[in-house]
């Protein structure tokens, strides 16, 4: 079935608006956190020195527990349930997101940060009006996100700089593709879940979260300057 027939005729639209605004509040929300808990981190040494000294991997750990058994169990866990995990999450990925501060430039972050912003909001709008079906764009997206990371994990050890940045390059476009996807993909949810649990709209804001935060993170390492 294609995810997208029929988008021009579905007769909810009052309720899709509520829908996707729930999904931008959320996902605002968590990005919200995330800046306030990065801040929190960098204010106390102590614990900045444990993430540094390897204490970073055990959040890593347990961001991607979090975002494996939401993605599984969206349809049987609560709605508080579900807030409860994407806000968890989002104030841990702050904490790991904290330790950029100490090799960028707070100007350079900023300036990758609302490069990010504006690249989301224009491509976020495009998946949301264009009649095109994204579906094959996201297909190959997402088996390009597991090439890059394979090729990611390649070059720690090779440490190729050419490599280092076409793979930043190709992060950016990998995730401007799945950006318009997942946004687009946001109606083929609200379309055939029925009622639309609340709890679809926490997950569609983490997606979305995600794609922007690793979007935001490619950028960074394009247009970052090291201290």
Same mark, same amino acid.
């Given at each position: 079935m294609n995810p997208?027939?029929?988008?021009?005729?579905?007769?909810?639209?009052?309720?899709?608006?509520?829908?996707?605004?729930?999904?931008y509040f959320w996902m605002t929300l968590g990005l919200g956190l995330s800046g306030v808990m990065a801040f929190m981190?960098?204010?106390?040494?102590? @614990?900045?020195?444990f993430l540094i000294k390897g204490g970073m991997w055990l959040f890593?750990?347990?961001?991607?527990?979090?975002?494996f058994w939401l993605s599984a169990n969206i349809r049987k866990i609560s709605f508080q349930a579900a807030?409860?995990? @994407?806000?968890?999450?989002?104030?841990?990925?702050?904490?790991? /997101?904290?330790?950029?501060?100490?090799?960028?430039?707070?100007?350079?972050?900023?300036?990758a940060f609302f490069i990010a912003a504006a690249t989301f909001a224009g491509v976020s709008l495009y998946g949301w009006v264009t009649k095109q079906d994204l579906t094959s764009i996201g297909s190959f997206c997402g088996m390009a996100l597991w090439g890059l990371?394979?090729?990611?994990?390649?070059n720690l050890f090779f440490q190729t700089p050419a490599f280092y940045w076409i793979l930043s390059y190709a992060g950016v476009a990998v995730f401007i593709g799945l950006t318009a996807y997942d946004t687009q993909k946001l109606k083929w949810i609200h379309q055939n879940a029925g009622?639309?649990?609340s709890q679809y709209a926490i997950l569609g804001a983490l997606t979305l979260y995600l794609d922007f935060i690793n979007m935001f993170? @490619? /950028?960074?390492?394009? @247009?970052g300057r090291r201290r």
């Open positions: 997208n027939q029929n988008i021009r005729s579905y007769p909810g639209e009052a309720t899709l608006s509520t829908f996707i605004q729930r999904v981190t960098l204010l106390n040494a102590t @614990f900045l020195q890593f750990i347990a961001e991607l527990g979090i975002v807030t409860a995990g @994407f806000m968890i999450y989002s104030a841990l990925n702050g904490v790991t /997101l904290s330790g950029i501060f100490l090799y960028y430039t707070a100007t350079s972050i900023s300036l990371i394979i090729a990611s994990i390649v009622a639309v649990p993170l @490619f /950028l960074l390492r394009i @247009f």
